[in-house]
T-cell receptor, first 112, second 113 residues
Framework: GENVEQHPSTLSVQEGDSAVIKCTYS??????FPWYKQELGKRPQLIID?????GEKKDQRIAVTLNKTAKHFSLHITETQPEDSAVYFC???????????FGTGTRLTIIP | NAGVMQNPRHLVRRRGQEARLRCSPV?????VYWYRQLPEEGLKFMVY????????ESGMPKERFSAEFPKEGPSILRIQQVVRGDSAAYFC???????????FGAGSRLTVL
């Protein structure tokens, strides 16, 4: 089955700086890669996703890049703000296998 | 649209009791997923259901755990004879078709004393 690894597990960034979280996946047939944000005690919420036919997608301060050859994808948050502090999960979807496999999460802390 | 509704939000059980967690998907969503999240850990897939069918239960423990999604009513995750290791947050998610754009519920936090 699909295996998704995520790094780093914790990340502290000065407010206004950029944050980058990286994930790798094992199965080259994976075709959908969402990112979820989970604030303390809250539900995971989708913030951005990318499909395997696209190399990069951007939504305001958030962007995701996908390298299919290397089988890794990254989340980039620019101009970080205190409200960006949360746990971020990447996930991979293997075509034909109807479930998302999640990474272990990155706890992002924005330092004011 | 009320989103994915889960109840109870918090449940306390003693060892050996049964826990029943309910999930009503987003209106119009026919695919339901259950994930378990242990404290300070990630989301572990448990089971994927469509109406009246279990599609993938590869993440469910072989004993004590069961899930259903009847034709009418919410999806139910049932844990029999709970043990302390079952203490976790159980999240339900739904989608319109397969594992695309999952919408998560607020979770049910089970504490086993």
């Amino acid at each position: 089955g699909e295996n998704v690894e995520q790094h780093p597990s914790t990340l502290s960034v000065q407010e206004g700086d950029s944050a980058v979280i990286k994930c790798t996946y094992s199965d080259s047939a994976s075709n959908y890669f969402p990112w979820y944000k989970q604030e303390l005690g809250k539900r995971p919420q989708l913030i951005i996703d990318i499909r395997s036919n696209v190399g990069e997608k951007k939504d305001q301060r958030i962007a995701v890049t996908l390298n299919k050859t290397a089988k890794h994808f990254s989340l980039h948050i620019t101009e970080t703000q205190p409200e960006d502090s949360a746990v971020y999960f990447c996930a991979g979807h293997l075509f034909g296998n109807e479930k998302l496999t999640f990474g272990t999460g990155t706890r992002l802390t924005i330092i004011p | 649209n009320a989103g994915v509704m889960q109840n109870p939000r918090h449940l306390v059980r003693r060892r050996g009791q049964e826990a029943r967690l309910r999930c009503s998907p987003v209106k119009g969503h026919s695919h339901v997923y259950w994930y378990r999240q242990l404290p300070e850990e990630g989301l572990k897939f448990m089971v994927y259901l469509q109406k009246e069918n279990i599609i993938d239960e590869s993440g469910m423990p072989k004993e004590r755990f069961s899930a259903e999604f009847p034709k009418e009513g919410p999806s139910i995750l049932r844990i029999q004879q709970v043990v302390r290791g079952d203490s976790a947050a159980y999240f339900c998610a739904s989608s319109t078709s397969g594992a695309n754009v999952l919408t998560f519920g607020a979770g049910s936090r089970l504490t086993v004393l």
